[in-house]
């Protein structure tokens, strides 16, 4: 795909967004455009297509490694988040 498609694509997909969704890609974005540049961050971004099981990975200023540590550290998160309202019983289960 060129990137006057891709930019096409890009176009018609913002002009069928809802106000917040349109608010949340710019946050996304706030915070991608920060992964490069001096003191850059670090970003990995999974993506699985519409009605299938497969999960494509795109990093950005990290390579497979620290992906794979950020990863890990994004499963901590959200179990953490999961688990810390639960009854005491669901914390062990």
Same mark, same amino acid.
């Given at each position: 795909m060129t990137d006057e498609e891709?930019?096409?694509?890009i176009s018609t997909c913002l002009e069928k967004m809802q106000i917040?969704?349109?608010?949340?890609?710019?946050?996304i974005m706030y915070q991608l455009v920060h992964c490069y540049g001096k003191d850059a961050g670090k970003a990995v971004i999974? !993506?699985?297509?519409y009605n299938t099981e497969y999960v494509s990975i795109t990093t950005a200023n990290c390579?497979?490694?620290e992906a794979a540590t950020l990863l890990l550290r994004a499963d901590e998160h959200i179990g953490y988040v999961n688990m810390r309202n639960a009854p005491?019983?669901?914390? !062990?289960n």
């Open positions: 891709k930019a096409f694509v917040f969704e349109k608010e949340h890609m710019v946050d999974l !993506f699985q297509p390579n497979d490694m005491p019983k669901e914390m !062990f």
